[in-house]
């Protein structure tokens, strides 16, 4: 993305004002994203004016990847939650296969995969 996009959402309070500047940097009419994305022009300059506050997820989403902006930005405009980036998906992995354990039986099944490779390696 260009670095203009990094500042963008600083510069802007609504997501009207944020879509508008990114469909106008990118050169693009109403009609053209419309053509895009199946939005009708309507419903974007609706947007744009701010007559819609809460576009779905899908929506965002759309204009995200035709505009070429972060989903996250769009997602902060409109005031919906971001998820919690520092998610472990290691161990959520690990959870869901073998449930929760303690750090002494974490250390015991390391142990026990070092010597499981350290075998296979002879």
Do not use: C, H
Not at 66 to 93: C, E, H, I, N, Q
């Amino acid at each position: 993305m260009l670095d203009i996009l990094s500042t963008m959402n600083k510069n802007f309070s609504t997501l009207g004002e944020y879509i508008q500047a990114a469909r106008n940097r990118l050169g693009l009419s109403l009609r053209a994203v419309e053509e895009a994305i199946g939005i009708s022009n309507a419903y974007l300059s609706q947007l744009e004016q701010g007559k819609i506050k809460q576009p779905s997820p899908g929506i965002l989403y759309k204009l995200s990847d035709v505009y070429k902006v972060p989903y996250a930005d769009l997602f902060r405009l409109v005031g919906y939650p971001l998820p919690d980036t520092s998610f472990d998906t290691k161990s959520a992995a690990q959870a869901s296969r073998i449930g929760p354990i303690t750090q002494d039986e974490e250390e015991s099944l390391i142990e026990y995969l070092e010597f499981l490779r350290s075998r296979n390696q002879r």
